[in-house]
């Protein structure tokens, strides 16, 4: 950790326009975050020791899933489609003395040839705020040897009915809780966030990582979030339909 003195760590963390990540740096200071993401990342359930692996953190914003994969021993690499400059990350990482990656890059433009393979892929409050979560999967999936962790917004608890009103999907369609189904928010008609997109209900969320050819455990919920540890399966014919859509379909195939 270099030896910043506190006016120089509270400078730091001052000049970031705006921080979603509550973090905690040395003398004291803590950043004035949107959330404080300890409790996610206690469910996350990774080993302690992180030694010998590689983490790829997808949207990372200020880095707090990343900085603690490399306080266990990864190699990390933090990938968002934001400038360093408008999140914490620049401060955050300053003043750990850290030696994460940033790539500033979008989820649909992932390359392993570029980033290599991961042992571990987080993929924290992205996909809802995706126009094609499913080609977001596709695009993960060569990059993941072992562990892929999705947490996102789902409809099940909170189905929009109106402008930022909403009903459980149970009392709205009683028999849709447990067929895969996500609600669509065109922008401005049901949340004032118009990067809100596809919220998937937990069944869907599980399809879609299925579909991706991730074989996905049970899901860990919570209000209206949900989390899923999926690990990468081959399946020939999941396989042969995730090719025929990005390509040309073929006489006899
Ligand atoms: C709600 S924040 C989640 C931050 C962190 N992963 C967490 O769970 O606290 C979503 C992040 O994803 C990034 N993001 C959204 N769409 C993206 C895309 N298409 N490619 C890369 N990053 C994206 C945003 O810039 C933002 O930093």
Known sequence: MPDLTAAEVRALVDAVPHWHHVMRFPHGVVSPGAYDPRE????????????????????????FFAFECERRGAEVVAVDYADMELTGFGAARRIYGSQ?????????DLDPDRLGA?????????????????LALDRLRPLCRSLLVVESLVCDARFFTGFETSEPLTLLAPRLAD???AQFLPVGRFHSDATNKWVP??????ALLADALFAPGPA???????????RPVDDPVTRRWVTMDRGLQKRGS
């Open 179 to 181: 067929l895969p189904v």
């Open 40 to 63: 996610l990342f206690s469910h996350l359930d990774l080993p302690p020791d992180l030694r010998g692996k590689r983490v790829l953190d997808v949207g990372t914003r200020d880095g």
């Open 100 to 108: 994460v990656e940033y790539v500033q890059a979008n989820v649909y």
């Open 201 to 206: 209900n937990v069944a869907a969320l599980r």
């Open 118 to 134: 991961f042992d571990v892929v987080l993929f924290l409050g992205v996909l809802y705020h995706l126009r094609h979560p499913l």
């Open 220 to 230: 860990h919920t919570w209000g209206d979030r949900a989390l899923v540890h999926a």
